[in-house]
């Protein structure tokens, strides 16, 4: 699986990247994980715009490399243009999805939320604005204001027919709030947070929904985790980033997973090293960013070589 992202409607140079990915998974085999991005709104999202994606994935599908379409991902937050506006992100999603199934029956739809700790999420640009008919739908306690008792996905849930895969952003960035420290994850956290049993320090976690067990389980949906890695700040303090970083890579390739999460198919890992706000420095998300990982890490840790053993078949 090879993970690409490209906004939409797609511009001219991500055109050209995507098309690059094509050409390596045709060549090498495997299947492409789209993530779009409609970075001007969702009201960019038009009929035309989802009819021209839906024709460009039919001819990848028709060479060979089989599409998933994660769409408008993180919806959930506030931090992008499409965030925190369920009914316009619901009937956008939509439209999009039934163009692809039409188009382009060889691609699929990845429904994705962000993991649900920190909902309601009201510090962001795009945070839904008390009083509004988004903060209304998002206010699924009933309380008169979105809290943090309430539901972080249900009210983004586009429908089963319009939905083959569901998905979950899900990072370790450490057990409590304020984030900053180099801190080795929890036994069992990585499962906890897809069935909705785990809390941290912080307690910012408790209450959540069973993500794994409503849309995996309930719906009957494949479940991913399209970006997972954990977080390895240089001179942050705390643990090392071997110790860190190993430790969840052997939560994500947990061989009692399947028995754990029947339902989970596919994990991507974030390779990928990037300024985060939330903690106002470079975080090196990667897990093959140094020797140290590469040589005393990955070559030696049989985590990796028995994950492709245990997945479960969800390719229908």
Do not use: I
């Amino acid at each position: 699986m090879v993970v690409s992202f490209a906004g939409f409607p797609l511009p001219a140079e991500d055109f050209r990247d995507v098309d690059a990915a094509v050409e390596q998974l045709r060549d090498g085999g495997g299947s492409l994980l789209l993530t779009l991005e409609p970075t001007g709104g969702l009201a960019t999202v038009t009929d035309a715009a989802a009819t021209e994606l839906a024709a460009r994935l039919d001819g990848y599908n028709r060479s060979g490399v089989p599409v998933v379409v994660r769409f408008a991902h993180e919806m959930n937050g506030s931090w992008y243009s499409w965030g925190q506006q369920p009914a316009a992100y619901v009937a956008a999603f939509r439209r999009v999805a039934a163009a692809v199934h039409t188009g382009a029956p060889g691609s699929l739809m990845m429904w994705a939320p962000n993991y649900g700790g920190g909902h309601p999420f009201t510090d962001g640009r795009f945070a839904a604005v008390p009083g509004t008919g988004d903060a209304v739908v998002l206010d699924t306690d009933g309380y008169g204001v979105v809290t943090r008792a309430g539901d972080p996905y249900a009210p983004y849930w586009p429908g089963d027919d319009a939905v083959d895969w569901v998905g979950m952003s899900l990072y370790h960035w450490g057990d409590a709030w304020p984030w900053g420290e180099n801190e080795v994850p929890e036994p069992g956290k990585f499962a906890a947070q897809l069935t909705g049993e785990y809390v941290g320090l912080g307690g910012d976690d408790r209450g959540l929904p069973d993500f794994h067990g409503v849309y995996g389980v309930q719906h009957g949906k494949p479940v991913a985790v399209p970006e997972t890695a954990a977080f390895s700040a240089p001179g942050a303090g705390g643990a090392g980033e071997l110790t860190v970083e190993q430790a969840w890579w052997q939560q994500v390739s947990d061989p009692r997973l399947p028995a754990l999460l029947p339902r989970l198919a596919m994990v991507n890992w974030f390779e990928w090293s990037e300024q985060e706000p939330e903690v106002a420095t470079e975080v090196d998300w990667r897990a093959v960013d140094s020797a140290e990982l590469r040589d005393g890490g990955l070559t030696d840790d049989p985590a990796w070589a028995r994950w492709a053993d245990h997945l479960p078949d969800c390719s229908g």
